[in-house]
């Protein structure tokens, strides 16, 4: 019985699997990530806190003592602000990506300015990148904590 019901459900997982192939769920690029579909609307925290979370905010989150180039990403009036080292040029500029430091720094090809930096051996992969470019020009709108948003009937 146990050895029947093991079998039903590696079928199901593998119909389900073919199913969202089908349905153009992901393909396999020739950079070796999977290529997800980045959905319409992209929710800063499904999608963009835990990037932030697990990339960015060693460095730039909620920790004063180990915070570089005074930029804290966890805070929406922080992430939007006038960076302190780069005078006229901003972390987050809602609508353009292209002229956000974050995501210029993000997709940078040069050693010296791409973040996360190589020695923290950290590095967003392609979907991050897409995902955090769409939070952009979406207006970059930063949420509450999901613990404090009352619930809303569907």
């Not at 459900?9 to 073919?18: D, K, P, R, S, T």
């Not at 992430?79 to 430091?101: C, W």
């Amino acid at each position: 019985m146990k050895q029947k019901l093991g079998i039903f459900i590696i079928l199901a997982i593998l119909v389900g699997v073919l199913f969202a192939i089908k349905q153009g769920a992901f393909t396999i690029k020739n950079d070796g990530y999977a290529k997800v579909k980045i959905p319409d609307v992209v929710d800063y925290n499904f999608h963009i806190k835990p990037i932030l979370s697990d990339k960015c905010y060693t460095c730039h989150g909620p920790d004063a003592n180990k915070r570089k180039a005074g930029l804290r990403l966890d805070l929406e009036e922080n992430a939007f602000s006038e960076l302190p080292e780069s005078p006229g040029k901003h972390a987050l500029v809602a609508g353009r990506p292209n002229m956000s430091m974050l995501y210029k720094r993000i997709v940078s090809e040069d050693s010296e300015e791409v973040m996360p930096p190589s020695d923290s051996q950290l590095k967003l992969n392609p979907h991050e990148k897409e995902l955090i470019k769409k939070w952009i020009k979406q207006g970059a709108k930063f949420e509450k904590h999901w613990a404090y948003i009352p619930p809303v009937k569907s």
